[in-house]
């Protein structure tokens, strides 16, 4: 898949991003897989990192589409010494390895069942009835950063499957786990190589940019 992301922080506290896919686009015949979906999401700041408290964000992926990539989740991020620790839950495709029942249905029966989205059911609409429904997992990250050289070093557990591309023959059976390096040779660049899903090599090249402050000449 082609995948094109933009996202911006909208507030201190508020993040969104635009998402436009392209599934199988140089047409492989082993892939069955043709379609094009464009979704948005939303992630919010619920606490900020205190002395002993973590950051605590909640967010929606594919607000609007055809649920190609629905999923929610909050999480929850804390800073140790050169160590950065994240831990989450998930739900929707967050929500595919090692389930557990919905906490949130101590609050209400309604969480325990999750509409079907992926498709097209919900093209081009909202799909609010689905959020933060249905069975739940845990996912998280460990993030190991260099005293000396601006060097990260980079752990994650996946729990989203990859069912629907697997289903399609896309990619086969993919790892939970994925690994990383990072290097910042300037605070808004980040150049990263990484192991992905156990099969896969990946680079990235990105880069930030604030538009309140005034540029430099």
């Not at 081009?124 to 933060?132: D, I, N, T, W």
């Not at 000396?148 to 289903?167: G, H, M, T």
């Not at 990383?180 to 990263?192: C, D, F, I, M």
């Amino acid at each position: 898949a082609d995948i094109y992301n933009i996202s911006y922080q909208a507030t201190p506290w508020l993040e969104a991003t635009f998402r436009y896919s392209i599934f199988n686009p140089r047409n492989f015949s082993y892939s069955m897989d043709l379609n094009r979906d464009r979704s948005y999401e939303a992630k919010a700041r619920i606490l900020r990192e205190q002395n002993w408290l973590p950051q605590l964000a909640v967010g929606v992926r594919d607000i609007l589409g055809t649920g190609v990539w629905e999923g929610e989740y909050a999480v929850a991020s804390k800073e140790v010494g050169s160590y950065d620790i994240s831990v989450g839950m998930g739900w929707g495709r967050l929500a595919a390895r090692g389930q557990f029942d919905n906490p949130l249905t101590l609050l209400d029966d309604g969480f325990e069942e999750r509409p079907e989205t992926a498709g097209s059911a919900f093209g081009g609409l909202s799909r609010s009835k689905s959020y933060f429904r249905g069975p739940a997992a845990w996912f998280g990250g460990l993030r190991y950063r260099l005293t000396r050289w601006p060097l990260q070093f980079i752990a994650e557990y996946n729990s989203d499957d990859y069912a629907r591309e697997v289903r399609f023959n896309t990619i086969e059976a993919p790892s939970p786990w994925n690994f990383g390096v990072e290097w910042r040779p300037q605070s808004n660049l980040t150049l990263a190589a990484s192991w992905l899903h156990g099969s896969s090599f990946g680079l990235r090249l990105s880069s930030t940019l604030d538009t309140k402050s005034t540029a430099k000449r």
